[in-house]
């Protein structure tokens, strides 16, 4: 039964991808004369904090199961 529901997970997590995927790849490019690069993304000042609050709730998170245990 677990072999089953395996595939099963299987095949519906590739026919997701295939939904999602061939639409993409169907998309036509740019003309010459497009500006496909913007100025400056804000995103970029503040990568530093979420990798640094990323890794202290990791932290937290991973020491409270390793106690729950």
């Given amino acids: ?17 295939v939904c ?3 639409p993409a790849w169907s998309q ?8 496909d690069e913007p100025a400056e993304a804000p995103i970029n000042q503040l990568l530093i904090i979420g990798f640094i ?6 932290y937290q998170v991973i020491r409270k199961k390793k106690h729950s245990i």
């Fill in 1 to 17: 039964m677990k072999k089953i529901l395996s595939a099963k997970t299987w095949l519906y997590a590739a026919l997701l991808y």
């Fill in 20 to 22: 999602f995927a061939v």
């Fill in 28 to 35: 036509t490019g740019f003309d010459d004369d497009v500006e």
């Fill in 53 to 58: 609050g990323g890794s202290i709730l990791a």
